[in-house]
Each structure stands twice: as structure tokens, then as C-alpha cells.
């Protein structure tokens, strides 16, 4: 009679509407570290809701239960359903129903309460997704760009909340790069010459280490290491007379192959996934410090050193294997068919190993590096990606692609619809994901904001909160809404935020067209919130005879230079082709659109707001300036090729209106933002590149000079 009683009160509580003040227990497993992270993401915002959260399994009014169903639910998926007053949050695993929690609780942020909650499920696209995070020491560039992030990344709370992000986001893994991380992770028991450390120093790098691994496993988050290689300490080049040029900065460098090399970095491998259990992975690289080696010698040297060092740490170890760019014996060189059967055929013999913890991961960069310019695939690091990867189709790996950014650092940036095109062109098969990052930036300190008053946010990471999130939740669910982004948006800035996720869209995409308008291959052969490009050893601002003469990256876009060509031999293009002046026609609509569409918000004395607003403002400024300077540079090279005297005079009217452009750039972004430093190559492997400032105000004497070009063209003289 009892236990019928206590069956039917509580069927009575569990059908009860529950109002704003009535308590709430929550049924979840204790003992899990992945759901008591979920459950702490959870809690303030019932709170913040009125819900008051009992201990005591009697004295509710709703109940949500948290819990892992595999048999049912996929991996990384999730279920939310209603049943009276019954929530339940179900994951396929742990990581599910961390996303399942989140979820509930960003309804709850949005304006639902519990009485609203309606079904909703979601499933990855993609197993991998993943943020790519150089460090501040032992980086790839020597750079004060670099260097300014020491403190910052050495603080375990920047770690904290960027792993916050990742998981709020969907990213689901962190990879950690630079030259040579062992030595700042473990002391070499047979090497303890290599360290440069005092055991109280070493154990401050453990410390830190092992609270990033820990606080990722929380949040269901897998890390993997990736070195460059190959490199040593200066401490251990210096007893062993080995690997002289191995060292921090040089990267560009001949590999060092000999024995004792070899065994320091085997061992060093086993000893680090010993100490550092919840790492998940090893990245490979067979680039830099590698010159000198065949393609085959390299792929020996890794299975030699790192492979043969994963199976004696005795654990399951999670793989990168990057396609190497580099079809001959030289640092930089070519990709080809041979180089790709011959990694394919290494990468193969990895995934058969009992201890690999497949799939293993073959990586590739989208576009080199910079993948914000056209969602097509065009090329990869060296050039042309053939089909060997995924004809046949692989068995034991999956293809990867890395979509670098060094094309903007201070201004914020999001194109949802590019991203889901992004996505939409790559989602074969063979497909596995994304890493997302960049190589000479690091989202750490943040070294833009000029002005003393507060802002919402504390890292730079932050200040491109709409990056992370459009690239993590659209890696993970294509099919995500706008309003998902919108929702954000008004959550920080009420109404006033109703327009800027379309405002930003049209005017970040500035970024897009000139990414695939101007080809470009590595790091600073193209940086785009600058309107600058590598030249000879030094980045400058392009000119008007550089976008004339570039080729494009987008093979549906068409070059100034051919376009005039064209037009002087009476050719049309394609329909699909998109010339300059169709160019010129969507920056114009774009960039007006979204100057439009933000022109009566006011940000009053809200400085994140009104640092979202300039960013818009300087994006599509930048976009209209392009569009004058497309104008000016087809008129230029229209006089030179002595189609009419008059284009002479456009020209410099062109240049002239795109000069004003660029002054209201500097007038948006001078109070705001400081001069920044930035990690360009300067023509050398290790030489220090400290004085590299980038403001748009610094070069505008170079933006001045097309109108100087104009007014002293000739003709051209044709060739005989």
C-alpha cells in the first residue's frame, strides 16, 4: 500500500506545470567528471530563470535527468524530450550529453522556460572538429607577435575558457603545435641534459600541461600534440653535438637523422604519453627540419621515432598524419602522385597497428592557407591534391582539411552561408572534418583594443566569439539556423543586435572575394584586413599593377588583366564568370547593404557593441575601397593598352574615391585599435621580425600611390 502511494504522488509532482520559482531536481550520474561539468553549465541558467534546485528526490516539481544511452543514440548525439514534467536530456555518450545539456541550457538563455522545452535531437556531420593553437614558445616564427602571448598562455584560467568555448561551440578536439613541445612537457629520464629547466620550473610545465589535458577530458574535449620536426633543444644539440641548426627559430633547416636523435625522440614520445595519460594524440609533420630527406626517408623517420615510441608507452594512441607538401628532398617543394601513393601507403601501414586508435587523421591545408577566400578546393600545400586518397576510398583514415586563417586577426569576422558551402563541397565520404586556425596568429592576449573602458571580453579569442562559434557549430550541424546565431547576438546587445549577424555576413565577406580574387599560397602571401601581400621579403600594400597582373585564386573569377585583355579582343566570358565588373557590382551591393542595415543602431556606451558596429564599418569600407580599386585598375590598364585617353582620367577618380574609403577606415579604426604587431616572414628561417606594425593608418602613403601611378601611365608600347 505504501509503495502505491508513493508511486501515485509521485506521478502527481511529475504532472504538475511547473511555474517560475518551483523547485527542480536533477537525476544524473555523480560520478561522471563529463556530466558534472554539463550539469555546471546547466545550473546558472536555471537559476537565472527562477528555478530553485532541490537535493531531495520528493520535494520537486520537474524533474530533468541526465543520461548516456548508446544502444539508441549515435555518438556525439543527442536527444531532448518532454514528458509532463519530466525532462530528459539523453547522449549517445558522454560528449552527447554534455551537447544535450548545452542545448537546454542555451533554450533557457534565449527566453524559454522548462514549459517550452519541445523534442529536438542533433547528430554530428563530421567526427573530427577541431581548433588548430600554436604556442608563445618554441612557435613556428620567431615574432614579438608570438612572443607577447608567454604569459597569457601560461595562465591555466585563457585555457579554461578557451576549452569553455570549444565545447559551447561543438569543437570536440585542441591541437597543440610548436617546434619541439617535449621538452616543456617532460624531463628525458636517459636525456636530462636536453632540459633547459630547474625541477621547479619543469613542474610548473607539468602543471600546466596536465590542467589543460584534465580540463579538456572534462568537457569531453581529445588533445593531441603535433611537433614540427625535426628539432631538439638547444640544451641537447649543445651535449651531443648533433642537430646544430635544429633549434628554435630555424624551421627551414636540413633533418638530423643520426642514432642519438633518434633514440632522444623515441623515447621522449613514449615517456610523454606515460606521464600524460589523458593526452589523447600524436600530430605528424614531415616538413620543416626535414630538408635534405626523401619523401620515403621521412615517412621511415617518423615510423622509427614517433610510431615505434606510441607502441612502447603500451596505450591506445589517437594519429595525424599530415600530407607532407614536399615531393623532393627541399623544405618547400611540390606535391605530386607519387609523393601522395607513398604517404597513403605509410598512413595504411599506421592504421593496421593494434595500437593506433583509428581513424587516423590524413590532413591537408584547404587552399593552402587561406581557406576563407573560396569554399572550392583549388589547391593544398605545394599544389594540386590529386585523388589518391580516396580512389579507392580508404579503409583505417579519413581525410582531413586545415582552414588556416591568416587573413584577419583584429577585425571580427562571420559568413554563415560560406561555411555551409564550405561544408556542402566537402562532405564525402572520405571526409572526417576540419581544423581551424592559424599559424602566425595566436587568439590569446589581446593586443588590438586602444580604448581604457570595459568590454565583454578578457582574451582575444573572445573578441571573435562569432568565428569559433559559426565554424564549431556548423562543423557539427550544417543545418544550424541563422536565429541560433541571432539569439547570441541579442543576448548581448538586446535588439540592437537583431541585424548585425546579416550586417557582418555581407561586409566580413569583403574578406571572401578578395581571397578569391588574389591568389595567394602561403602565410603572407595574402592578408586581407589589410589589403596587403607578400613582396620580395617584405609585406606591402597591393597595388593597383599587382591586382592587375595577379592571377586569380577562383577559377570562376576573372583577373583585371584578362578581363581588359578580353574586352580590347571584342571575347566575351562565360555567364558564370565573375569578371571584375560583377565583382565590383556585389562589394557595392554588399557593403552598402550592410552599412544600411546597422546605420541607426547606437551603441551608446556599450564599448563591445560598439566595437562589433566598427568592425562592420571597416569591413565594408574595405569592400568599397576594392570595388574603386577595381574600377581604377581595369581604367588603368585600359588606357596602358590604348583603349582611349579617357580611362586615364577614371582611373584617377577611381583611385581618388577609393582613397577616401580607406580614410574612413582610419577614421573608424585609429581611436579604436592600436598598431599591431605581426608575425610576417622576413625572407629568413630564424632571424626575428619585431617591428613589423600593421595599422591601416601606417600605410596609407602606399594606398595614396595608385592615384600617382595613374596620372603617370603611358601607353603601352606594343611589342614587336
Known amino acids: 500500500m505504501k509503495s502505491i502511494l508513493i508511486i501515485f504522488i509521485l506521478s502527481f509532482l511529475v504532472s504538475t506545470k511547473p511555474t517560475f520559482g518551483q523547485n527542480i531536481y536533477m537525476l544524473y550520474d555523480k560520478s561522471s567528471v563529463e556530466t558534472n561539468y554539463a550539469v555546471g553549465k546547466l545550473t546558472p541558467e536555471l ?211 643520426s642514432e642519438i636523435v633518434k633514440r632522444y625522440m623515441r623515447e621522449s614520445v613514449t615517456q610523454l604519453l606515460v606521464e600524460y595519460p589523458e593526452l589523447t594524440g600524436f600530430g605528424l609533420t ?136 564550405h561544408i556542402g563541397l566537402n562532405s564525402q565520404s572520405y571526409v572526417g572534418g576540419y581544423f581551424v586556425g592559424s599559424e602566425s596568429y595566436i587568439p590569446a592576449k589581446d593586443y588590438f583594443t586602444a580604448i581604457k573602458g570595459p568590454v565583454d571580453w578578457k582574451f582575444a579569442f573572445q573578441r571573435q566569439w562569432l568565428f569559433y562559434k559559426l565554424w564549431g557549430r556548423l562543423l557539427y550541424n550544417p543545418q544550424t539556423p541563422d536565429d541560433v546565431f541571432v539569439a547570441t547576438y541579442k543576448n548581448k546587445y538586446g535588439e540592437a543586435g537583431q541585424n548585425l549577424l546579416e550586417a557582418m555576413a555581407l561586409a566580413s565577406s569583403t574578406q571572401l572575394k578578395l581571397g578569391s580574387l588574389y591568389d595567394s599560397r602561403w602565410d603572407f602571401t595574402l592578408y586581407g584586413e589589410g589589403m596587403m601581400a607578400l613582396i620580395g621579403d617584405s609585406t606591402k600594400y597591393i597595388s593597383a599593377d599587382r591586382l592587375i597582373n595577379q592571377p586569380t585564386l577562383d577559377p570562376d573569377y576573372v583577373s583585371v588583366k584578362d578581363y581588359v585583355a578580353a574586352t580590347k579582343a571584342g571575347k566575351d566570358f562565360a555567364p558564370k564568370k565573375i569578371t571584375p565588373p560583377v565583382l565590383i557590382g556585389l562589394l557595392e551591393k554588399d557593403c552598402l547593404k550592410a552599412l544600411k542595415l546597422i546605420e541607426n543602431v547606437d551603441a551608446k556606451e556599450d564599448n563591445s557593441l560598439m566595437y562589433e558596429l566598427a568592425d562592420i564599418r571597416i569591413w565594408a569600407n574595405l569592400g568599397l575601397h576594392l570595388a574603386e580599386k577595381l574600377k581604377g585598375s581595369i581604367a588603368l590598364q585600359s588606357y596602358r593598352e590604348g583603349l582611349g585617353e579617357q580611362y586615364k582620367t577614371e582611373a584617377i577618380s577611381a583611385f581618388t574615391k577609393g582613397l577616401e574609403y580607406w580614410d574612413q577606415v582610419i577614421s573608424i579604426s585609429r581611436p579604436i585599435y592600436k598598431d599591431m604587431p605581426l608575425a610576417h616572414y622576413n625572407g629568413s628561417s630564424h632571424d626575428r621580425n619585431d617591428d613589423n606594425l600593421f595599422h591601416w593608418a601606417l600605410i596609407r602613403d602606399e594606398v595614396a600611390n595608385d592615384i600617382e601611378l595613374a596620372k603617370s601611365a603611358s601607353v603601352s608600347t606594343p611589342k614587336k
Open 47 to 257: 537559476q537565472s530563470k527562477g528555478y530553485k534546485l532541490v537535493a531531495s528526490p520528493t520535494d520537486y516539481q520537474f524533474l530533468i535527468n541526465l543520461e548516456i544511452e548508446s544502444s539508441k543514440i549515435g555518438p556525439e548525439s543527442y536527444v531532448i524530450k518532454k514528458e509532463d514534467n519530466k525532462i530528459s536530456v539523453l547522449g549517445g555518450d558522454e560528449r552527447g550529453l554534455i551537447y544535450g545539456t548545452l542545448s537546454l541550457a542555451e533554450s533557457l538563455r534565449n527566453g524559454f522556460s522548462l514549459p517550452d522545452i519541445t523534442y529536438k535531437s542533433e547528430k554530428p556531420h563530421f567526427p573530427l572538429r577541431a581548433i588548430k593553437h600554436n604556442t608563445a614558445w618554441y612557435s613556428y616564427r620567431p615574432s614579438s607577435a608570438l612572443d607577447l602571448h608567454y604569459e597569457t598562455l601560461r595562465d591555466v584560467k585563457y585555457w579554461e575558457a578557451f576549452l569553455d568555448m570549444m565545447v559551447e561551440n561543438r569543437f570536440n578536439s585542441l591541437s597543440i603545435w610548436n617546434l619541439h613541445p617535449f621538452v616543456f612537457m617532460i624531463q628525458a629520464k636517459n636525456f636530462p641534459e636536453a632540459s633547459p629547466f630547474s625541477p621547479k620550473e619543469m613542474e610548473e610545465w607539468k602543471t600546466l600541461h596536465k590542467s589543460i589535458f584534465r580540463m579538456a577530458k572534462e568537457r569531453a574535449i581529445e588533445t593531441y600534440i603535433i611537433p614540427f620536426n625535426i628539432f631538439v633543444s638547444h640544451e641537447f644539440a649543445k651535449a651531443h653535438n648533433v642537430a646544430q641548426k635544429n633549434v628554435y627559430p630555424h624551421y627551414y633547416v636540413p633533418g638530423d637523422t
Open 286 to 421: 614531415l616538413g620543416e627540419g626535414m630538408a635534405g630527406m626523401t619523401p620515403q626517408q621521412r615517412e621511415d623517420w617518423m615510423f622509427e621515432t614517433y610510431i615505434e615510441g606510441m607502441r612502447l608507452a603500451g596505450r591506445p594512441v589517437k594519429l595525424v598524419h599530415r600530407i607532407p607538401f614536399s615531393s623532393t628532398t627541399e623544405s618547400l617543394g611540390a606535391t605530386s602522385v607519387e609523393l601522395e601513393k607513398l604517404t597513403r601507403n605509410a598512413i595504411e601501414r599506421e592504421a593496421k597497428l593494434d595500437f593506433i586508435d583509428g581513424p587516423i587523421w590524413a590532413d591537408l591545408k584547404y587552399n593552402w592557407s587561406h581557406a576563407h577566400s573560396t569554399p572550392k578546393l583549388v589547391k593544398v600545400h605545394g599544389g594540386e591534391m590529386f585523388d589518391t586518397f580516396y580512389n579507392p576510398l580508404p579503409d583505417g583514415y579519413k581525410v582531413t582539411y586545415t582552414a588556416r586563417n591568416e587573413d584577419f586577426f583584429a577585425l571580427r569576422w562571420g559568413v554563415p552561408q560560406f561555411i555551409r558551402d
